[in-house]
């Protein structure tokens, strides 16, 4: 099981961490991918890091956004920085055996950037 927090309001340009605690061992996913569900659009892949720490950006956060993962701690986290108005949306991490594969998904965190 999968839990996100962080989510809230904040002005354009200001910064949030997401946080995705896992219930078991993050040791046995491989990858932790980050989704996000913008009003009347369809959820999207923003960012995924495998155990191995190697990343993936959509082009539309590359640069603003980092993902990392704390393994002993069963965590991964979105680093977001100069959050625009248009990444408001939904936040979801998903968590699967290899990239692109979402076994496991959590509940969600609102994001909510004003201008």
């Known amino acids: 099981q999968l839990v996100e927090t962080g989510g809230g309001l904040v002005q354009a340009g200001g910064s949030l961490r997401l946080s995705c605690a896992a219930s078991?061992?993050?040791?046995?996913?491989?990858?932790i991918h980050w989704h996000r569900q913008a009003p009347g659009k369809q959820r999207e892949l923003v960012a995924a890091?495998?155990?191995?720490?190697?990343?993936f950006y959509a082009d539309s956060v590359k640069g603003r956004f980092t993902a990392s993962r704390d393994n002993g701690k069963n965590t991964a986290y979105l680093q977001m920085n100069s959050l625009k108005p248009e990444d408001t949306g939904v936040y979801y991490c998903?968590?699967?055996?290899?990239?692109?594969?979402?076994?496991?998904w959590g509940q969600g965190t609102q994001v909510i950037v004003s201008s």
């Open positions: 890091i495998s155990l191995g720490g190697s990343t």
């Open positions: 078991t061992s993050l040791w046995g996913l491989n990858a």
């Open positions: 998903s968590g699967g055996s290899a990239l692109y594969e979402y076994t496991n």
